[in-house]
Each structure stands twice: as structure tokens, then as C-alpha cells.
């Protein structure tokens, strides 16, 4: 009885074990299955470059380049100012803070990490795109640049507490070699330390920029969504994520519009799928 | 320039890109405490939205996003468990061990808003739950899997091995030694992975919009089959969706909230250092 008991529990065991690739092929099939019933009415190079997005016009129109353009524009603009703060935020922490203020700093980050994107998305609306529309004497706030600040903050706690656990895993003899050869710490840092971390830090900065393409709420709220092709930052836009959140809810089941949708949830899947692959084979690239 | 003022002024720059992330966020969590603290009266959490969501109170969401977390966990904590054993105790075959990992990695990093789709596609249309709390808690739950298996992993890997032998040599079988020995030591870990996949799950909008969150629902969901209000989606509509809403209870809402998901961390953050301190190995 006991052996039996015993059976039927580990099988549970080994089914939740392979629950999480169940779930990651039933996803990427039901997006499969919606999707593809799109390409009965339009060709797929025809949805993925055309330029225009008139979901609802008669006949529609559903290509998605302006808002690829919106979505690349914006993850660019995070990644600009995200990488060198985020970067350099997990140096300070990792080789630099005294180890009284590193608990707290990190605390902030995690903080940060923990605010709801419909939170950092509701703030964003009422300070900053006031602030970017008075500072750039705009018509709307509401533009690619205020999504890209906004983004940035939500990018840099995965940047950085994965690239501090980069640098921290460095192995203590690289740092002290290089300082018994006389040089200073941050050449100790900057020659040796972020040379050996370097494939951890792009990691972090790959997964960063992940989460900013998949971001939905804040920049929903705050880009302005636009669907046109961008030709400026101080422009509103329209991303991927924003256009199924803003749109699904109208669309009707079976329509055009309802699968273009679906295809698009397919797009931000493989992308997401190749950015976690890259990264995950960067972080466990066999070290020295 | 010498090496020594070098290092200063890098070192100094360092400094700025740490304060450059710090202070915005203690800016912002200030600005809504002081906002939103205003609005916080007992009638607030417990009153229906009234007039047109300008004014009242935020009951229903709050229930709403309680029950519908409630019912994510429920699902999620027991696979999500059986999974972090599998990965921490029995597995032995590298490969799939290491396709499980992918597909985690993978998991986490799905957007929140495809989560959505597919709980629209796969919940509420394939097996016709329809918008309910169903639908939602069970597209919560897949997506906050990853978090829940990774730190019982740890945790379950952090319990010594010597602890194991010790049981196998008493006789006690592989499932016993994991149910009392191994759980037992590494329930603070689990946990704090739970409570965070709260704190997750109950700030989340994307994944909620199409399989659960009603614009406006004045009475209380009564079975799990019906649609129910959430905080999350509640602050995005009074703050996008609904003209001329008062500021306070915009800054309300958004202080609820941000209390609700601290409160989780927070919790979570005290088990941690308390098991920490107290590890009998």
C-alpha cells in the first residue's frame, strides 16, 4: 500500500515537473491556432511590413510595421538610458557601496521591481508626460520618449540585480590579482572585473530589454498610441502589446481583427522565446 | 590625470546612476502616500464606486483582485511545488532537467499581455468558462509559475543532503524523507516564493483584461464563475477609460494597491531574513 502511495506520487511529482514546458507549448500552439487562420486573409509579408493599421475600417487593414516601429523605437529608447545607469547602478552595489547602505540599496531596487506597471503607468501620466510636454513645448505628452523613460524604470531592476550577481560571481582571486599588481580599484573593475562578467551583464541586459517588450500597462497609458509610423521620438506611437490590450476587447471572435491579434501575441512570443534563449545560454556559458 | 582621480570620478558617476534609479522611486512612492493618503477612509475600502466610479469607494475591486489571487495561488502553489521537487529531488536525466529550466526561463518571460490572449483563447473560449474568476485565477496562475518553482527550488536545494542520508539510513523512504525532512526545513522558502507570486498576481492588468476584470460591477461576484472588478484594472479605468475623476481617488486607488503588493514583499523580505538568522546548519 505504502509502495503504491508512494508511485502515485512521484508520477504526480514528474507531471508538475513538466507542467511548465506543457504550458509553454500549449501557449505558443493556441497563439498558433488563433494566429495563423490571419494568413487566409492577408499574406504574411503583407502583415509584418505594411504600413498601414486600420483594424476597422471596411475592408480592414491589418499591418503591423508602425507598430513594430513603435516598439523597437521605444525598447531603444529604454535601452539607451536603462544599460549605462542600470549598468553602472550594479557596479556601485556590487564593488563600490559600503556594505551598510548595499542591503538598502537593494531593498530599492526590489522596490522598485514590485511597483504594479499600471501604478508606474498611472504616475507616469500625471508627472511625467506634463513634463515632457512643457519641456519639449509638444502639443500631447503622450509620446515615444515618455514611454521610453518610463520603460527604463521598469527595465533596470532585472539589468541590475542580474549584473550584479555577474559581478558578483567573478571569482575574488581576478580582483585581487589585479590590485596586488598595483592597480587601483576601478582599474581593478574596469580592466578585469567587467571583461570576465561580460557575457552575465549582457545577459541582464538582454532580459531588461525583454521585459520592456513585453511591457503593456504603462505604455498603453502613456505613449499616446498612435498608429502611424514613427518619425520622431517626441511623437506618440503605438506598440505591440499596447495594440492587443487596447483592441481585444472590441474585437469580435473570428474576425479578421481577432485573428491579426493573435498573430501579433505570435510575434511577441518568438521574440520573447529567442531573447530568453540568448540570454539563458549567456548565463550558463561554461566558466573559467 | 593620475589613476587615483580617475577612480574618484568614476566612482562618483557610479554613484549618480544608483541615485538616478533611487530617488525617482522613493519620489514616486512618496508622492502617492502623500495623494493618496487623503482618501484613505474606511469608507473608501469598503463602499461601492459610486456615480459614474467619481466617487465611493473601491470594495468590489478589492475583493475582486483577493478572490481572483486567491484562486491563482490555489492552482499554482501545489504544481508549481510538485515541480520544484521534481527539479530539486528526482530529477536525474541532464537533458530534461535542463528543458524544464528553459521552459521556466520561458515562461517568466512571456508578456503579461499574451498571457492574456491566451487565457482568452484557451479559458474563456475553448473550455467556455467565460470571463469569470476561473478563467482569470487559472491564466494568473500559469504565469506566475515560474516564480513560485524557482524559489521552492532553492529553497528545497538549500535543506543540507547530510539531512537526507540521515532519514534514508533510519529506513524511511524517498517521499517520506521529502515530506518530513526536506518540506519541513524549507517551508520559509517556499513561502516567500508564494507570497511574491501574490504580491505579482495581485498587481498584474494585462493578463486579467479579457479573462476576468469587469469595467463596473456594483454587487459582489458570487460564484466562480463570474466576471468580478480588480484593483489593477479599476486604476487604469478611472485614470484613462473615465473623464473628471476626482484626483484623490485616483491617488486612493493607486495607494491601495501599492500597499497591497509592499505588504506581500515586505512579508516576504521578513520571512526570508528570519530563516535566514535562525538556519540550524
Redesign the interface.
Given at each position: 500500500m505504502?509502495k503504491f502511495?508512494?508511485f502515485i506520487?512521484?508520477k504526480?511529482?514528474?507531471?508538475?515537473?513538466?507542467?511548465?514546458?506543457f504550458?509553454?507549448i500549449?501557449?505558443f500552439l493556441?497563439?498558433l491556432?488563433?494566429g495563423l487562420a490571419l494568413f487566409k486573409f492577408v499574406n504574411p509579408g503583407q502583415f509584418l511590413f505594411g504600413k498601414n493599421w486600420y483594424p476597422i475600417s471596411e475592408p480592414a487593414q491589418l499591418e503591423i510595421l508602425p507598430l513594430i516601429l513603435g516598439s523597437l523605437l521605444v525598447t531603444l529608447g529604454a535601452a539607451v538610458i536603462s544599460i549605462?545607469?542600470?549598468v553602472?547602478?550594479a557596479?556601485?552595489?556590487a564593488e563600490?557601496?559600503p556594505p551598510s547602505i548595499k542591503e538598502i540599496?537593494k531593498?530599492?531596487?526590489?522596490?522598485?521591481a514590485?511597483?504594479?506597471?499600471?501604478?508606474?503607468?498611472?504616475?507616469g501620466?500625471?508627472?511625467l508626460v506634463p513634463w515632457v510636454k512643457n519641456i519639449f513645448q509638444l502639443p500631447t505628452g503622450l509620446t515615444a520618449v515618455s514611454g521610453s523613460i518610463m520603460l527604463a524604470?521598469m527595465a533596470?531592476p532585472t539589468i541590475?540585480s542580474i549584473a550584479e550577481d555577474a559581478l558578483y560571481s567573478v571569482p575574488k582571486s581576478y580582483k585581487e590579482g589585479a590590485l596586488a599588481l598595483g592597480?587601483?580599484?576601478?582599474?581593478a573593475i574596469?580592466r578585469v572585473l567587467l571583461p570576465a562578467a561580460s557575457s552575465g551583464i549582457f545577459a541582464a541586459v538582454m532580459?531588461g530589454l525583454?521585459?520592456v517588450?513585453?511591457?503593456?500597462?504603462a505604455v498603453m497609458?502613456i505613449t499616446g498610441n498612435a498608429a502611424v509610423i514613427p518619425k520622431s521620438i517626441l511623437q506618440p506611437v503605438r506598440t505591440l502589446?499596447a495594440t492587443?490590450?487596447a483592441e481585444?476587447?472590441e474585437a469580435v471572435?473570428g474576425s479578421e481583427h481577432y485573428f491579426a491579434?493573435?498573430a501579433i501575441?505570435i510575434v511577441?512570443?518568438v521574440v520573447?522565446?529567442m531573447?530568453?534563449?540568448t540570454?539563458?545560454l549567456f548565463l550558463h556559458r561554461k566558466k573559467i | 590625470m593620475n589613476?587615483?582621480k580617475?577612480?574618484k570620478i568614476?566612482?562618483f558617476?557610479?554613484?549618480?546612476?544608483?541615485l538616478?534609479?533611487?530617488l525617482?522611486?522613493?519620489l514616486?512612492?512618496c508622492?502617492?502616500i502623500q495623494k493618496g493618503f487623503p482618501a484613505m477612509t474606511w469608507q473608501f475600502l469598503t463602499d461601492i464606486p459610486r456615480q459614474g466610479m467619481r466617487a465611493g469607494g473601491i470594495f468590489p475591486a478589492l475583493v475582486g483582485t483577493i478572490y481572483i489571487v486567491f484562486g491563482a495561488i490555489l492552482f499554482a502553489l501545489?504544481?508549481?511545488?510538485?515541480?520544484a521537487?521534481?527539479?530539486s529531488e528526482?530529477?536525474k536525466e541532464h537533458f530534461l532537467n535542463r528543458?524544464?529550466k528553459?521552459?521556466?526561463?520561458?515562461?517568466?518571460?512571456?508578456?503579461?499581455?499574451?498571457?492574456?490572449?491566451?487565457g482568452?483563447?484557451?479559458f474563456v473560449?475553448?473550455f467556455k468558462f467565460g470571463a469569470s474568476i476561473l478563467s482569470g485565477s487559472l491564466t494568473l496562475a500559469?504565469m506566475i509559475?515560474?516564480i513560485i518553482?524557482t524559489a521552492s527550488r532553492e529553497a528545497l536545494e538549500s535543506v543540507p543532503y547530510s539531512f537526507r542520508e540521515v532519514s534514508y539510513s533510519l529506513g524511511a523512504?524517498?517521499?517520506q524523507t521529502i515530506r518530513h525532512i526536506v518540506l519541513g526545513n524549507a517551508i520559509p522558502g517556499i513561502l516567500t516564493g508564494t507570497i511574491l507570486g501574490v504580491?505579482r498576481a495581485?498587481?498584474?492588468?494585462?493578463p486579467i483584461?479579457?479573462t476576468v476584470a469587469a469595467f463596473y460591477l456594483p454587487q459582489l461576484p458570487k460564484t466562480i464563475f463570474d466576471q468580478a472588478m480588480a484593483l489593477?484594472?479599476h486604476?487604469?479605468v478611472i485614470?484613462?477609460q473615465v473623464p473628471n475623476v476626482d484626483?484623490k481617488i485616483?491617488y486612493g486607488t493607486?495607494l491601495v494597491?501599492?500597499i497591497l503588493?509592499?505588504f506581500m514583499?515586505l512579508v516576504a523580505?521578513v520571512i526570508r531574513t528570519q530563516f535566514r538568522k535562525k538556519k540550524k546548519w
Open positions: 505504502q502511495k508512494e506520487i512521484e504526480l511529482i514528474l507531471i508538475s515537473g513538466l507542467a511548465s514546458i504550458f509553454v500549449l501557449i493556441f497563439l491556432k488563433e549605462p545607469i542600470g553602472g547602478c557596479i556601485f552595489i563600490v557601496s540599496l531593498a530599492g531596487i526590489e522596490l522598485l514590485a511597483i504594479p506597471s499600471v501604478v508606474l503607468g498611472f504616475i501620466m500625471v508627472t524604470f533596470m541590475v592597480s587601483t580599484k576601478w582599474q574596469y532580459l525583454g521585459r517588450i513585453g511591457e503593456t500597462m497609458m502589446t492587443i490590450a481585444m476587447g471572435v491579434l493573435f501575441g511577441l512570443f520573447s522565446f531573447i530568453n534563449v540570454a539563458d | 589613476s587615483k580617475t577612480e568614476a566612482f558617476v557610479l554613484f549618480l546612476a544608483t538616478l534609479i533611487i525617482p522611486v522613493g514616486v512612492v508622492i502617492i501545489p504544481i508549481g511545488l510538485g515541480a521537487i521534481y527539479l528526482y530529477t528543458l524544464i528553459l521552459a521556466i526561463v520561458n515562461l517568466a518571460g512571456v508578456p503579461s499581455v499574451v498571457y492574456g490572449l491566451f482568452f483563447a484557451f473560449i475553448f500559469i509559475l515560474p518553482i523512504s524517498k517521499w504580491g495581485a498587481g498584474e492588468t494585462a483584461l479579457f489593477p484594472y486604476l487604469y485614470s484613462t484626483e485616483r493607486a494597491l501599492l503588493v509592499f514583499n523580505i
